[in-house]
């Protein structure tokens, strides 16, 4: 099985990493600058707590050079999703499967969904170009449970985590999806095939809408957010904004908000993916984690006042460090 990792980051590189080091598929990666050079010198490198894994790399920043690929892991952050998806063109085979390990709402997830309309999500894909080059047909859905960062280019430390959740846009089992399964599960992850991953999906997004954007824009870990009584209610407040969508879009949450508090908290204090982003001056992924609710609260007629204020303060802090385009 040819497998090609598309960004090859803290994520592309731990699943990269993982798939090359059992030996059973052939792993490639497309990829750019001092990355692509790392990849090319030192091979796929993941620092775990048992050690480091290492394995050669077959990397290029020319998706033509490898063809079509059986699967394509797509890992690129959010605000450079649109762009990446020219290198997803060259290596998609009629059968090719491409799984999204992205952050939050993904530009397929309302397809088929009469409620919202079929116009693109415009937080997600405003012009409509991923959708058009990466088919429907073509994705399974996932999310990633766990967490992982960059020490230097090339290589991956893991911190903790290794869930994996994948599943059919559709909804359903599939004999296509349990191929997948069954692969990642060989290479160490812990994965779960799902039959409604749009629903593990916004479950994960109503999870983490509050803490990565408070914790960016605060500077706070995760402990310190839940701490302060002020803050954790208003977390909670645009939680419900979020629920209430999601039971308009067939994914109900089942949950409090103070249930998943709780289970943050058992966390520790921890710096969420946006915070590390923050501090590293990278690109906020604000768009599909937040704008995305605000978008569909419009289009569904739900008034979401907490997370407009949520979204219009942490646009700010990001245009104020310039990591994050001004309007």
Known sequence: MKVCIVGAGAIGGWIGTRLAVTGQCQVSAVARGAVLTALRTHGWRLQTSDGLLQAPAVATDRAQDLGPQDVVVLAVKGPALSAAVSSVAPLLGPDTRVLPAIN???????????????????????DGKIASTIAFEHVLGCVVHASTSVSEPGLVVHKMGDGLVIGEPAGGLSARAQGIAELLTAAGFSVTHSADIRRDIWYKLWGNMTMNPVSA???????????????????SAVMNEAATIGARIGCPIEQAPEERHAMTARLGAFKTSMLQDAEAGRPLELDSIVGVVRELGERLGVATPNTDALLGLTRLFGQVHGIYPKT
């Open 104 to 126: 939050g709402v993904p530009w397929w997830f309302c397809n088929g969904r009469e409620e919202v309309g079929p116009a693109p999500l415009q937080s997600v894909d405003p």
């Open 217 to 235: 824009i605060t500077g706070a870990t995760a402990d310190r957010v839940l701490a302060d009584p002020l803050v954790r209610a208003f977390c």
